[in-house]
T-cell receptor, first 114, second 115 residues
């Protein structure tokens, strides 16, 4: 059974710092991996989607990497800002599973202090 | 353009009552998903619709839960005889069919409280 783990559960950093969020998964047979952010009381916003054949994706100050063989992904945030404060979730879909059945980690709650 | 719209945003109901939650996906998205997010828990998959194919209902927690999608667009999630453990935020998402390249777009959710 696929399990997705995110460490740490919470992280507090001063503004301007570069930081890395971690996501690990137990079954490497995945279609893709997605990173989302969730603001309090809101739904999820898609940040980056990495296909199983890709190693990384970049969008602005965000860079996500994928190492399928080791079952790991990282989300790198450069020059963090208070507006980056949110909960970040990663999710995967297994080969052989329903395309709708994203399996989520429990998230990392990020706080960026001014 | 408009995003995924869910209504109501909040719903308080008495134990034993039935509730209906509505989701309007992004126009042109053929895939629609329902998830549940409980306090302290991760997101839990409920049901997935893709075009005219039979839905994947494997995540529905009991036969009190059902969902339909009319005309390939709007979806309704129905919970019958609600229980206190049904209290959660119910999130709907939609995407294009090209699943490997198309990220999910989520609505803001319906917060359900069963008293």
């Amino acid at each position: 059974k696929q399990e997705v783990t995110q460490i740490p559960a919470a992280l507090s950093v001063p503004e301007g710092e570069n930081l890395v969020l971690n996501c690990s998964f137990t079954d490497s047979a995945i279609y893709n991996l997605q990173w989302f952010r969730q603001d309090p009381g809101k739904g999820l916003t898609s940040l980056l989607l990495i296909q199983s054949s890709q190693r990384e994706q970049t969008s602005g100050r965000l860079n996500a990497s994928l190492d399928k063989s080791s079952g790991r992904s990282t989300l790198y945030i450069a020059a963090s800002q208070p507006g980056d404060s949110a909960t970040y979730l990663c999710a995967v879909v297994n080969y052989g599973g329903s395309q709708g059945n994203l399996i989520f980690g429990k998230g990392t709650k990020l706080s960026v202090k001014p | 353009g408009a995003g995924v719209s869910q209504s109501p945003s909040n719903k308080v109901t008495e134990k034993g009552k039935d509730v209906e939650l509505r989701c309007d996906p992004i126009s042109g998205h053929t895939a629609l998903y329902w998830y549940r997010q409980s306090l302290g828990q991760g997101l839990e998959f409920l049901i997935y619709f893709q075009g005219n194919s039979a839905p994947d209902k494997s995540g529905l927690p009991s036969d009190r839960f059902s969902a339909e999608r009319t005309g390939g667009s709007v979806s309704t999630l129905t919970i019958q005889r609600t229980q206190q453990e049904d209290s959660a935020v119910y999130l709907c998402a939609s995407s294009f069919y090209d699943y490997q390249n198309s990220p999910l777009h989520f609505g803001n959710g319906t917060r359900l409280t069963v008293t």
